[in-house]
Antibody, heavy 118, light 109 residues
């Protein structure tokens, strides 16, 4: 069974940094691209970043320069480093698996809430 | 800044058919945008329904189908059930980056 479990969320002050983690299980992690998607409470989904199985990294324009995605295939973990946090980063952050053969995503984690407030 | 547009809300009667669409500010949506569709109910993570225009996941009910229609990506629900009431999002690929639509709130009434 595919499982994606996010952790690392919590309350932080503006300007601080945070690293989110996503522990994956139930599949060969290194074979799949992985994504981060976020959602402000009551609002829509926003694609944040992905790290493909081939090693390519992409970011949305709104986070490029402040967010860094990485992965440790040996540990089956995906990370998202977020620097210079602002209130606008307050959201639930989801870890999402990419489909193997064609472009898309399939499995979602339950999300971790990041709250940025003074 | 690419914008992906969906109908903000739609209403359908139980047993009816409804089509949700997904348009791109860059022009016609094509198979190269690999349209994906998701369902989200309040308090839950999104659930993937369709990928790469029309491919269903193993858990996707048969009443959901994806297509390209008039330059847009489309998700058609046939024989709608009350449990299909939810928010639906599309996702499009743009040469590396992905962009979600704003979502469609589907009411079954």
């Amino acid at each position: 069974e595919v499982q994606l479990v996010e952790s690392g969320g919590g309350w932080v002050q503006p300007g601080e940094s945070l690293r989110l983690s996503c522990a994956a299980s139930g599949f060969t992690f290194s074979d799949y691209g992985m994504h981060w998607v976020r959602q402000v409470t009551g609002k829509g989904l926003e694609w944040v970043s992905d790290f493909t199985a081939a090693g390519h990294i992409h970011y949305s324009g709104s986070v490029r320069g402040r967010f860094t995605i990485s992965r440790e295939d040996a540990k089956n973990v995906l990370y998202l480093q977020i620097n210079s946090l602002t209130a606008g980063d307050t959201a639930v952050y989801y870890c999402v698996r990419g489909t193997k053969a064609v472009a898309g995503v399939d499995y979602w984690g339950q999300g971790t809430l990041v709250t940025v407030s003074s | 800044q690419t914008v992906v547009t969906q109908e903000p809300s739609l209403t359908v009667s139980p047993g009816g058919t409804v089509t949700l669409t997904c348009a791109s500010s860059t022009g016609a949506v094509t198979s190269g945008n690999y349209p994906n569709w998701f369902q989200q109910k309040p308090g839950h993570a999104p659930r993937a329904l369709v990928y790469s225009t029309s491919n269903k996941h193993s858990w996707t009910p048969a009443r959901f189908s994806g297509s390209l229609l008039g330059g847009k990506a489309a998700l058609t629900l046939s024989g709608v059930l009350p449990e299909d009431e939810a928010e639906y999002y599309c996702l499009l690929h743009y040469g590396g980056a992905w962009v979600f639509g704003g979502g469609t709130k589907l009411t079954v009434l």
